[in-house]
């Protein structure tokens, strides 16, 4: 991220007022951030504050002609490594969804030739409403990545899906994109995949209390999305099951959603059969049996209700001793806190997978949410230490691992420590 440049386009909507906290954490990042507030941004945020906390001129009108001696909007939408929008109005979506350029936001978003993150923020009605599904899906397939919106409590006083994505998930999603541009293409002459199907399980899962509360994780999915972007891109068949995750899945593979542990297991038997799998998901090791089915109320008492726990079906593990239809390589993660390596390659003879990718998450290797992973590769042969390096290149060179295992005459042996 250090020495990144972000065009940061703040649309018209009260999540405004937290565009000033995303572009404090970036600055302290080290990322150079050049705002453009459109008018209607402009009644929520001042420009000067968005220029005094970035640090860069703040950009509002498209005929400013001194600005435009200074830098045409062309060489403004290019000077960046990403453009992010944030909030973005459900009318700033229908303009970049059709291509018009009528202020300095759309022609921005127009001339650019550089990836784009959309955060959108509008009412739970607007959102759902058929034309912003529909300009939705043309930007997903325009390769415009989506960060949020989250379901909350709305300033309009409405329930529901709308609500922009808090900084720190907007942050996680900068983090993954600019990651994922740091690396370099893999070779043009890599598709060793090609004709493999592959099996990517991805993100926390949410285990419901009760239709609105949830037991989620920290997950951000970031690595699980990586490396489902690295096996694509070496031409597998990659089925993507994922749960709610902060960083939008990968174009081009085939996206499962799920929530909970146990829809991620059926999503995982209908990929079925696939040639490898690699289970990157934080799943959750149990849901609650007495979730209930009405929001739990407060009866009065001062006393908590008493949640009741059930294992969760552990998907790695079942996987792995399929009888059946097993993939030939099954690679299993372990993220630890203590102990990583003596746990991680318990794990992996437990739960039967070939390898395991083992990690340190504690909470001062700055692992969780970040771009980078620092990973310990455990296969039959023992650990083999990589070191730190962004999450999208952990990815890439474990899909030429995953190459190698499956083009290649190498034998791999969960078999033989079972
Ligand atoms: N996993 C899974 N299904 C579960 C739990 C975990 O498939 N119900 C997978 C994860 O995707 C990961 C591996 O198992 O590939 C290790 O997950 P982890 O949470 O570290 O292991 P746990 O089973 O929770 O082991 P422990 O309680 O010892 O940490």
Redo the contacts with the bound molecule.
């Keep these: 991220m250090l020495g990144s440049r972000i065009l940061l386009i703040v649309g018209g909507g009260i999540a405004a007022f937290k565009i000033p906290e995303l572009i404090r954490m970036l600055r302290r990042e080290g990322v150079g951030v050049t705002p453009v507030l459109t008018s209607a941004g402009a009644e929520f945020v001042t420009p000067l504050t968005l220029s005094a906390l970035a640090e860069s001129p703040c950009h509002t009108a498209l005929f400013d002609l001194t600005r435009e001696s200074e830098m045409g909007h062309i060489q403004l939408s290019r000077a960046a490594d990403l453009v992010v929008v944030a909030p973005a109005t459900a009318d700033l979506m229908a303009k970049m969804a059709t291509g018009l350029a009528n202020d300095l936001a759309s022609t921005l978003l127009l001339a650019t030739d550089k990836p784009v993150l959309v955060a959108p923020a509008m009412n739970v009605r607007m959102w759902q409403h058929p034309a912003t599904r529909r300009n939705r899906d043309v930007l997903a397939g325009d390769g415009v990545a989506f960060v949020g919106p989250e379901e909350g409590d709305m300033a309009c006083g409405e329930y529901g899906p709308g609500r922009m994505a808090e900084p720190d998930a907007i942050l996680a999603a900068i983090r993954a994109a600019l990651g994922d541009m740091s690396r370099a293409p893999a070779a043009p002459e890599d598709h060793r995949l090609a004709g493999k199907h592959v099996l990517v ?1 991805s993100g926390p899962t949410h285990e419901p209390i009760d239709p609105v509360r949830y037991i989620a994780n920290r997950s951000s999915g970031a690595q699980g999305t990586a490396i489902a972007a690295a096996l694509r891109d070496m031409g597998a068949r990659v089925s993507f099951v994922t749960g709610p995750a902060d960083v939008p899945p990968p174009a081009g593979v085939e996206v499962i959603r799920v929530e909970t ?1 146990r829809q991620m297991r059926d999503a995982v038997e209908s990929a079925l059969p696939a040639d490898a799998a690699v ?7 149990w849901h609650v049996s007495n979730a209930g089915e009405r929001k739990i109320k407060k009866d009065g008492s001062g006393r908590m209700p008493v949640l009741e726990f059930n294992e ?6 079942w ?1 792995s001793r399929l009888e059946s239809g097993r993939p030939k390589l099954v690679v ?5 806190t203590d102990d990583v390596l003596a ?1 991680a390659s318990a ?1 992996r003879l437990r ?1 039967g ?1 070939d390898w395991i990718v083992a990690n340190d998450v504690r909470p001062q290797t700055g692992i969780m949410g970040g771009a980078e992973n620092a990973v310990t590769l455990i296969t039959s042969d023992g650990p083999e230490e990589w070191p730190r390096m962004f999450k999208s290149d952990v990815a890439r060179r474990l899909a030429e691992r995953i190459a190698d295992a499956l083009t290649g005459p190498v034998l791999f042996g969960a078999e033989v420590d079972a």
């Excluded at 969760?312 to 593990?317: G, K, M, R």
């Excluded at 299993?332 to 630890?336: H, I, P, V």
């Design positions: 399980t542990a289970m990157a998901a934080a799943v959750a090791d969760n079906p552990d998907i790695l593990a996987l299993g993660f372990a993220a630890e746990h794990k739960k997978a």
